[in-house]
C-alpha cells in the first residue's frame, strides 16, 4: 500500500534502454548523471526537479570510457570464470543426479521389503489368534455337548424311572414301595444349568496407522525444504534469473523495506459472532483489531479481541 502522497510505481515514466532521450522532457537528449540518484538527466532536468543535485552531476561523455571498461570486466569474468563454472557446476549436478537415482531406488526396495515382513509378521499373528480360537471354540463345544450328553442320560433314566414307578404303585408289594421312595429321595431334582463359556475378547488397535508406521519403519528427510516445496507446488524461493531487470531510474531499487512472506494457509486462532459483514481487519498494537463494514464507513468501527477468527499475516 502506497503512503502518503508516494506516486504509485507503475505510474512512473521508464526510459527504455538504450533511448538518448528524457523520460521527462521527451525532446531533449540526456547528457548528464545524477549520481544522487542514479539517473540520466537533461538540461531541463538539471535546473529543475534535480537542481538540488548539481554537485552529484557528470557528463556522460566522461564517464563512457570507465562504463565500457566496466562492461569489459564484465564480458572478461563472464566468458572466463562463469560461464565455465556454470557448465561445471551442470555437469556435476548432473552426475549427483544420476548417482542419486540407484541410491532411492534401494531407498524404497528397503521400504518395500520392511513392509512385506511386516505383512507376514502380521499373518503369523492372524494365525495364532485364529488357532487359538478354533481351539476356544472346540473345547466350548466339546463342554456343553458333554452337557447335552449328560441331560440326555438323565432323561432317559428318569423316564425309565417314571414308567417303573407307575407300575410299583399299581402292583408293588409294601417293600418294593418302601424301597422306591428312599430311592427317589436320593435323587438330585436339581437340574444342572448350561456351563458359561468364558469367551476370548479381540479389542481392534484404536491407534494403527503410527503402530503400523512404526513397525514398518522411520523414512525421515535431512532437510524441511521438501515438504516446503511439496506445499507450494514444487517452486523453490531461489529465483534463477541472472539477467537484471530494466532500471527504471527512480532511485528506490533498494528502500530497506519490511518484506512479508505470505504463509501456505491462513491459522484460525478462534472463532466469534460478528453481527455485520467484515470487509476491513485493522491489527492494533496491543494484541486487538478492529473490524469494519465498509458501508458503515462514516461510523466508528467496532472494536472486537484480536483472538477473533483472523488470519496470522505477521512479517517473516
Not at 528524457?22 to 532536468?45: A, R
Not at 468364558?198 to 532437510?223: C, V, W, Y
Not at 496491543?286 to 458503515?296: E, I, K, M, Q, V
Request: hydrophobic share 30%; glycine share 4%; charged share 25%.
Amino acid at each position: 500500500m502506497a503512503s502518503g502522497n508516494a506516486v504509485p510505481r507503475a505510474q512512473l515514466h521508464i526510459r527504455a534502454k538504450g533511448n538518448t532521450k528524457c523520460k521527462d522532457h521527451s525532446e531533449n537528449d540526456v547528457i548528464f548523471l545524477c549520481q544522487n540518484c542514479k539517473t540520466l538527466i537533461c538540461p531541463t532536468c538539471s535546473i529543475s526537479i534535480h537542481k538540488s543535485h548539481i554537485d552529484s552531476f557528470v557528463e556522460i561523455s566522461k564517464i563512457e570510457t570507465e562504463n565500457k571498461n566496466a562492461i569489459q570486466f564484465f564480458l572478461n569474468e563472464t566468458d572466463n570464470v562463469n560461464i565455465p563454472k556454470l557448465n561445471q557446476e551442470i555437469i556435476s549436478s548432473r552426475t549427483k543426479m544420476s548417482s542419486y537415482k540407484p541410491l532411492y531406488n534401494n531407498l524404497r526396495k528397503k521400504i518395500i521389503y520392511n513392509n512385506n515382513q511386516c505383512k507376514l509378521e502380521l499373518d503369523k499373528i492372524t494365525d495364532v489368534y485364529i488357532k487359538f480360537c478354533d481351539k476356544m471354540e472346540v473345547a466350548a463345544m466339546d463342554l456343553i455337548q458333554t452337557h447335552i450328553t449328560n441331560l440326555e442320560e438323565r432323561l432317559d433314566t428318569l423316564k425309565q424311572l417314571s414308567s417303573e414307578y407307575k407300575q410299583t404303585l399299581q402292583t408293588g408289594n409294601a417293600v418294593l414301595v418302601y424301597d422306591s421312595v428312599s430311592e427317589i429321595r436320593e435323587m438330585d431334582p436339581d437340574i444342572p444349568p448350561t456351563p458359561n463359556i468364558d469367551m476370548a475378547e479381540f479389542t481392534p488397535g484404536m491407534a494403527r496407522l503410527s503402530h503400523l508406521k512404526q513397525a514398518i519403519g522411520n523414512l525421515k528427510s535431512p532437510t524441511d525444504h521438501l515438504q516446503t516445496e511439496l506445499a507450494t507446488g514444487g517452486h523453490s524461493d531461489q529465483c534463477p534469473v541472472v539477467r537484471p531487470k530494466q532500471s527504471t531510474e527512480t532511485g528506490q531499487a533498494s528502500t530497506g523495506e519490511v518484506q512479508y512472506k505470505l504463509r501456505d494457509r491462513p491459522t484460525v486462532m478462534s472463532q466469534f459472532s460478528y453481527p455485520d459483514n467484515i470487509r476491513w481487519i485493522c491489527p492494533t498494537s496491543d494484541g486487538r483489531a478492529w473490524l469494519c463494514d465498509c458501508r458503515h464507513l462514516h461510523t466508528k468501527a467496532r472494536q472486537q479481541p484480536r483472538s477473533g477468527h483472523t488470519d496470522d499475516t505477521t512479517p517473516q
